[in-house]
């Protein structure tokens, strides 16, 4: 995987897999991106994912800076609890749903505290 700078006057065009991509390429090293936005399946309470299963993000995030931020992106509410896991598998510090939005790393919170953290969201109208 390789990662582009383009604007609004970059050309794109479709590779052989079906997704845009630049078609002059201006590449940035991966050690220079602080923030990865990682399409998935589902993650857990916990922020482990589930991707699509090639393994992709998990060699290119390898490549980052140790404290990239690590974004998930899912359609779906997270599950309680993914098994099995891997050794090398990777915790996310935000996962992203369609409703909410989930802080699994305490020290990223604290720059983002205008975000709700809903991993402590209570219902009011219960208490």
């Given at each position: 995987?390789?990662?582009?700078?383009?604007?609004?006057?970059?050309?794109?065009?479709?590779?052989?897999?079906?997704?845009?991509?630049?078609?002059?390429?201006?590449?940035?090293?991966?050690?220079?991106?602080?923030?990865?936005?990682?399409?998935?399946?589902?993650?857990?309470?916990?922020?482990?994912?589930?991707?699509?299963?090639?393994?992709?993000?998990?060699?290119?995030?390898?490549?980052?800076?140790?404290?990239?931020?690590?974004?998930?992106?899912?359609?779906?509410?997270?599950?309680?609890?993914?098994?099995?896991?891997?050794?090398?598998?990777?915790?996310?510090?935000?996962?992203?749903?369609?409703?909410?939005?989930?802080?699994?790393?305490?020290?990223?919170?604290?720059?983002?505290?205008n975000i709700p953290d809903n991993n402590?969201?209570?219902?009011?109208?219960?208490?």
């Amino acid at each position: 995987m390789e990662n582009c700078f383009f604007d609004e006057k970059t050309f794109l065009r479709v590779n052989q897999y079906g997704i845009l991509e630049p078609r002059k390429k201006n590449i940035i090293p991966p050690d220079l991106i602080e923030v990865i936005f990682i399409p998935l399946l589902v993650f857990d309470n916990k922020g482990y994912r589930v991707g699509y299963g090639k393994g992709f993000y998990d060699r290119f995030i390898r490549l980052c800076k140790n404290n990239v931020i690590k974004i998930g992106l899912s359609f779906f509410s997270p599950v309680k609890k993914i098994e099995p896991l891997h050794k090398n598998d990777l915790i996310l510090d935000i996962g992203i749903t369609v409703k909410k939005v989930f802080f699994f790393n305490n020290s990223i919170k604290k720059y983002l505290k205008n975000i709700p953290d809903n991993n402590h969201h209570h219902d009011k109208t219960n208490h």
